[in-house]
């Protein structure tokens, strides 16, 4: 039974390639537009468009291409066809969309480690590239005029397949050298006012080298915190001089400004790693950019003025112009966006302050007078989204066990699906929270980096997840097994702690939000960010794992809600109120044995600590634990009042 009428089909068969090649075309647009507009907004409309056109467009190109391949004819009557001539010579065209855009070569850090399988994709593709250029091949102008397009083509795949090399989590750490760039093209380092050579001892300073406008300092003192961030992500430790450094650039920044400086920082980061950063800003990236700029340019000026036009078809002839125009416009847009991004503010700044070579000079004061006016239109002041989004494993697990989440949203797949297109977002400023953040991290900051303290007990006080909480509290000061508690685990359980807290707090003051201490609310906000991180941005956290354990308290969670509506026959258990009561009376009689314990532990469990509880130990239950540690916070308060 034929589907499809033979009319439809055989227009299908006659316009294949041409649709197929004008949507690889299309969502190269999409891509070079708004490829790097998800690093700026949180809208869940950009992330959709981005993942489809970035999951498409090599599927797309790689289709029309291997269609191009199969529908060529023999190679002796193929280039006395019109039609099979001009098509061939999109095969190129279709080698520049598969090597992207330059906004973005990567959706997620899992695409960077796919590099190899890109390397190899490269090498068949440019085949069947090379392919149908040979079997096109002629004495007209069509011919040689592929050729430059070609080179273009194998210049971008093979930009792509670097840039996502280099990002990969092993040559990521490759190619890092043994210390931080000092960056004294931008910077130097003083001690009050006297300017200091780099690698002298003593407290320096990071301020911007003299000559730079006042409006770039934040820009050249976020790329020397870049160079150091590098080292911290690829896991490698700084020395003390330069983590003192950091702290000299961010301790007497505002708020506002340091929050600024920290988005430019990670701005550089992200196209490090999601873009061709890598290697566009660098001298033989703007070579290869010149090279594909003029390459297209002259291709079209020679597609108009010397290719007879009249022997092909106007549909085809339409489509290679469009080709043409559009490999033109992407590349000047490219190139744009190339002096107007931060990196070629970053190049001016360093041309300008070569002095020395008339020529950079020149070049600096042409480039500065069209990069000033007009370098706020891209960045802008908006470095972010301005918002941070919100998970609640107590709040998620209720919605679990209502009825509405039955049927299609029980699977796995559309469940997450759901709950991430309709995830709770807040202001980032929300009850002065970057005030709060900001000034926290400049009082520990100068307990951390004072001359006095040792690199055992700054690694320590780095790695207390809590424990400064319980010492604050005097309720379990001897429990030192917090520190040696897995990073993840210690998420779980303070979230855990942190809501009961919260939903407590609330269900006192009537359920009257505005009653609340704003630290309060504070420390809800930032638990659930910590959260959200955990679910939905796992990658961005240490390596461990972490959705394992978040699964493991999921189930564990929805059971107890279930088993509490099932004896109670309350069909409305909807309320975070009533669910954090239901986790402290379902573990009421574990709780109240595990405090015992802890209460009458002797002198030598308190020198261990609580690792010498058997039950405690052997027992991996994070929700558990979390009620745990709320019940000995609540019980020392309560004594304290």
């Known amino acids: 039974m034929q589907v499809f009428p033979e009319r439809i089909i055989n227009l299908w068969n006659k316009f294949e390639v041409r649709v197929i090649v004008l949507l690889s075309l299309v969502l190269q647009i999409i891509l070079i537009i708004l490829g790097d507009r998800r690093k700026l907004t949180a809208r869940f409309w950009i992330r959709i468009i981005v993942w489809s056109a970035y999951l498409s467009a090599d599927w797309v190109a790689t289709v029309a291409l291997g269609n191009l391949a199969s529908s060529i004819g023999d190679f002796k009557d193929s280039i006395h066809v019109p039609n099979n001539a001009l098509q061939e010579f999109w095969a190129p065209f279709l ?10 070569t990567a959706y997620s850090l899992e695409d960077n480690e796919l590099w190899l399988r890109h390397f190899i994709v490269l090498i068949i593709q440019v085949g069947v590239a090379f392919y ?8 007209t102008a069509l ?9 273009s083509g194998i210049i971008k795949y093979g930009e792509r397949t670097y840039a996502l090399m280099s990002s990969s989590s092993e040559h990521f750490k490759d190619f890092l050298p043994s210390s931080p760039d000092s960056c004294q093209d931008f910077v130097k380092y003083s001690r009050g006012e006297r300017v200091i ?4 001892s003593g407290e320096e300073t990071v301020i911007p080298q003299d000559g730079i406008h006042t409006e770039d300092h934040n820009l050249v003192l976020a790329y020397f915190l870049f160079i150091r961030t590098k080292f911290f992500f690829a896991e490698r430790t700084l020395n003390t001089n330069e983590q003192k450094r950091i702290y000299s650039i961010i301790k007497n920044k505002p708020t506002a400004e340091a929050f600024k400086l920290v988005a430019v920082e990670l701005g550089f980061m992200y196209d490090m790693l999601y873009t061709k950063a890598t290697i566009v800003y660098s001298r033989l990236g ?8 003029f390459s297209s340019v002259c291709s079209l000026v020679v597609f108009s003025t010397i290719i007879d036009t009249h022997v092909y078809p106007l549909v085809d002839i339409s489509i290679t112009y469009l080709l043409l125009v559009g490999a033109v416009l992407l590349e000047l847009y490219a190139l744009i966006l190339l002096f107007l991004s931060d990196w070629g503010k970053l190049w001016l700044i360093k041309l300008k302050k070569a002095q020395h070579n008339p020529i950079s000079k020149t070049l600096a004061n042409l480039f500065w007078k069209f990069s000033s006016h007009s370098h706020s239109l891209l960045t802008g002041n908006k470095r972010w989204s301005e918002s941070i989004g919100q998970y609640s494993i107590l709040s998620s697990c209720i919605k679990d066990v209502q009825p509405a989440s039955f049927g299609v949203q029980k699977l796995p797949f559309i469940r997450k699906w759901l709950k991430n297109m309709y995830l709770t977002r807040v202001d980032a400023n929300v009850d002065h929270l970057q005030e709060t953040i900001v000034e926290y991290l400049k009082e520990q900051g100068s307990k951390v ?7 055992h007990e700054r690694n320590i006080f780095l790695t207390r997840k809590g424990y400064s909480v319980a010492k604050e509290r005097h309720s379990f000061e001897e429990a030192r097994f917090i520190i040696n508690i897995e ?5 779980i359980i303070w979230h855990i702690v942190t809501d009961i807290c919260y939903y407590g707090d609330l269900d006192d003051k009537h359920g009257d939000v505005t009653k609340l201490d704003p630290k309060c609310k504070i420390g809800k906000c ?17 390596k461990g794992i972490g959705e394992v354990r978040y699964k493991e308290t999921c189930a564990e969670v929805t059971t107890l809600f279930k088993q509490k509506r099932d004896i109670d026959h309350d069909t409305d258990i909807c309320s975070e109120s009533k669910a954090y009561k239901a986790l402290l009376q379902m573990y009421e009689e574990v709780l109240n044995h595990w405090i015992k314990n802890f209460e009458n532990r002797t002198e030598d469990e308190e020198v261990s600590g609580a690792e010498d509880f058997a039950d405690m130990k052997g027992n991996q239950s994070l929700l558990k634990h979390g009620c745990f540690f709320y019940r000995l916070l609540q019980s020392k308060v309560g004594d304290d009042n």
């Open 132 to 139: 149908v250029f040979l079997r096109s091949w002629g004495n």
């Open 95 to 104: 080698l520049l969309h598969l090597g992207g855009p330059d906004t973005i």
């Open 143 to 151: 011919t040689f005029l592929t050729i430059p397009i070609f080179i």
């Open 449 to 455: 980096n004072k001359d006095d303290v040792s690199n």
């Open 197 to 200: 050579e780099s690698g002298e």
């Open 487 to 491: 990073f993840v685990d210690s998420v």
């Open 526 to 542: 930032l638990s659930d960010y910590m959260c959200y991180l955990l679910v939905f941005r796992l990658s961005m956290l240490p």
């Open 286 to 293: 703007i070579v290869f950019r010149c090279i594909t700029f």
